[in-house]
């Protein structure tokens, strides 16, 4: 399965959370999401209710939560305090989301 890397790149407050939502909406029944914060300079609250948003979104049609790709230095310590990290698989590459991507079991095998 490969999965949907969507990067988001710039900053993301209040004035752009329609935007944000405009933007992950579609990815809410996608398999395989990983999400690419390695460009985005800010977040702000909104910006996290919009990932909280879709996480239950996906929950309650049965999806895994989406995975984050983040920068230590920038939202690292971010995901880490608000407990983000254990509700989200986080990881600081994308080698390392692909890593953890799930695997597929032909049929037949």
Known sequence: ME?????????????????????LEPLY????VILDLTQTEYID???LCEFMRMRAARADAG???????????RF???FR???LDEIFPVVHS??????????????GA
């Not at 029944?29 to 395989?32: D, F, L, T, V």
């Open 3 to 23: 999965p949907l890397i969507v990067p988001l790149e710039g900053q993301f407050g209040i004035e752009r959370q329609h935007e944000l939502r405009e933007m």
């Open 29 to 32: 029944c996608n398999p395989y």
């Open 45 to 47: 609250s909104t910006c």
């Open 63 to 73: 999806m895994r939560p989406i995975c984050f790709v983040v920068d230590e230095r």
């Open 76 to 78: 690292g310590r971010l």
């Open 81 to 83: 305090f608000l407990g």
């Open 94 to 107: 994308l080698e390392e989301a692909f890593d953890r991507a799930p695997l597929t079991v032909a049929s």
